[in-house]
């Protein structure tokens, strides 16, 4: 039998999800970025997992047979930063220093707040993942 993925879509809402948060500077910029990525995708904010907001829904299958299905992009606020899902952001180098501050780790975009960032390249690199994850899933 296959393992379930834990990183699932859910029927929770973002907004409790949010009230949560209790660092309120990181509760206001993660409800920013959410509108932002909202308006600017069409897509619907939804929890996935327990700490992960998505936007959009791909199936991937690997070569091992493991499949599932994962956000288009996504953030979560964790601890020490907001955490950004943006596939294939370390291709793209020249967009990544036009950000402004971060910090890379895995597939992620670690920022503080959301001053530190700038949002319409945000939004190019949202672009760049939502279009990199479909034309990579086709078929699946």
């Given at each position: ?104 780790g895995g597939g992620c975009v670690y920022v503080q707040k959301l001053e530190d960032i700038d949002t319409k ?20």
């Amino acid at each position: 039998m296959a393992k379930q993925n834990k990183t699932v879509e859910t029927k929770n809402s973002v907004t409790a999800f949010l009230k949560k948060v209790k660092d309120v500077k990181k509760r206001d910029d993660c409800s920013a970025i959410i509108k932002l990525m909202a308006k600017h995708t069409g897509l619907e904010a939804k929890m996935w997992g327990s700490a992960i907001i998505g936007f959009g829904s791909y199936h991937y299958k690997y070569e091992s047979g493991r499949e599932g299905d994962a956000p288009l992009v996504g953030l979560s606020p964790r601890a020490n930063a907001i955490v950004l899902y943006l596939s294939n952001a370390k291709a793209k180098p020249d967009l990544l220093k036009k950000l402004g501050k971060h910090k890379m780790g895995g597939g992620c975009v670690y920022v503080q707040k959301l001053e530190d960032i700038d949002t319409k390249v945000l939004t190019t690199m949202t672009d760049n993942s939502i279009k990199y994850l479909k034309k990579l899933h086709q078929g699946n």
